[in-house]
């Protein structure tokens, strides 16, 4: 029975100490590379969010359109989403031409695609000429909720309109 | 009774069903998924972590991370949990032989050296997992007390079940996610193929003595 109960307990310490050095055999016993062999960082950048980073060249918000109808003065956003789950954006308020214009109502950007956010803002004299030659947007505030997390998010800048952009709003 | 009947009746008697039971639950446990869970947001979550001695997962947008992936960013870790697999499917495969074995009266002893070695190292295993949640939890909930605010504005880690809160600002950024954590129902298991061990374990000793 000594043997039975030696050889039960010896086979457990062996399966670990076989463990342990095939990790650092198959990592040139170093130790570094054994515990973490690429930081945190790097897996969870390159690899996890490897979908976010394919889309990191666009820009989330985008102005699409900007302009007077009737007593208001609109701006249109498009809101591209590069993560697979849909964000809805409670409200938002942007100021452009010295106004400060609202989203009309909550919008749901769908998982990995894109939607318009309409902002709008009572009419006003000096403010209707910048908007309608492309505005210029100063800050953006948005409120948003993913799976139950609310994000704010706080832009001092957006990119300016091109000309071409600026050419098809009057057009 | 005839004595073919009485025989019968003892061998049955003899047979460790609670061993039998626990052995091939504590085979099956290293396979079966994650004990316990942590997920921020709700739905799904946006960030889940999955946790078991025998494995860790980490998914986002409830997209996994690969093995590969995972064996890289701790291949140590992940050679230990394989080692932790390997050892209690072995546990397991003791305790439903020995509990097999004291069917045998010849084989008695050896049978009870089995299940004596086997029975309780599942019960072992599960208080550990629970003292090293309560432990991680507790320095997690104090080292961000002690950093004041510079992670996170709020957080609560609730300690291994419940719901807490994690705010946090970064550059543009303001974040308020409800935290979820919970056992598993593969944890459940974990649990009742401990009792069933500490039942065998007892019932062994009755098995020798009659």
Request: net charge positive; hydrophobic share 50%; charged share 15%.
């Amino acid at each position: 029975m000594g043997v039975l109960k030696w050889v039960l307990r010896v086979i457990p310490t062996l399966l670990f100490i076989l463990c342990i050095l095939a990790a650092f055999a198959t990592h040139g016993f170093s130790l570094k590379s054994t515990l973490f062999s690429a930081s945190p960082e790097e897996v969870l950048a390159e690899k996890m969010l490897a979908p976010l980073n394919a889309t990191r060249g666009e820009e989330f918000l985008k102005i699409e359109d900007a302009g007077v109808e009737g007593d208001k003065m609109f701006v249109t956003l498009s809101a591209r989403l590069p993560f697979p789950a849909n964000v809805t954006v409670k409200s938002a308020s942007l100021y452009a031409g010295g106004s400060e214009f609202n989203l009309v109502e909550p919008v749901v950007i769908p998982a990995e695609g894109s939607a318009i956010l309409r902002f709008e803002a009572p009419f006003n004299t000096s403010s209707t000429q910048q908007v309608a030659t492309g505005p210029e947007v100063g800050k953006i505030t948005l409120k948003m909720e993913v799976k139950g997390v609310e994000v704010e998010f706080q832009s001092f800048a957006t990119p300016p309109p091109t000309a071409a952009d600026r050419r098809s709003w009057r057009g | 009774m005839t004595t073919v009947e009485k025989a019968s009746e003892g061998l049955w008697r003899r047979l460790n069903f609670f061993g039998i039971l626990a052995g091939i639950l504590t085979l099956l446990l290293p396979f079966s998924g994650a004990w316990w869970h942590l997920t921020i947001g709700t739905d799904g979550g946006i960030f889940s972590i999955l946790a078991s001695p025998f494995e860790f997962k980490f998914l986002i947008f409830n997209k996994q991370i690969s093995t590969a992936e995972a064996v890289q960013l701790s291949p140590l870790l992940w050679w230990l949990c394989l080692a932790f697999k390997l050892c209690y499917a072995y546990f397991g495969a003791a305790l439903l032989a020995g509990s097999l074995l004291s069917l045998s009266e010849k084989h008695a002893e050896s049978a009870e050296t089995l299940v004596r070695f086997s029975s309780l190292k599942l019960l072992w295993l599960v208080v550990a997992f629970v003292v090293v949640l309560f432990i991680a939890t507790f320095l997690l909930n104090s080292a961000t007390q002690l950093m004041g605010g510079a992670i996170s504005r709020n957080f609560s880690m609730p300690y291994i079940v419940g719901t807490g809160k994690f705010a946090m600002s970064s550059g543009n950024f303001l974040i308020y996610a409800p935290i979820n954590v919970g056992f598993t129902s593969t944890f459940m298991v974990a649990i009742i193929a401990s009792a069933l061990g500490i039942a065998s374990r007892i019932y062994q000793k009755r098995i020798c003595c009659v």
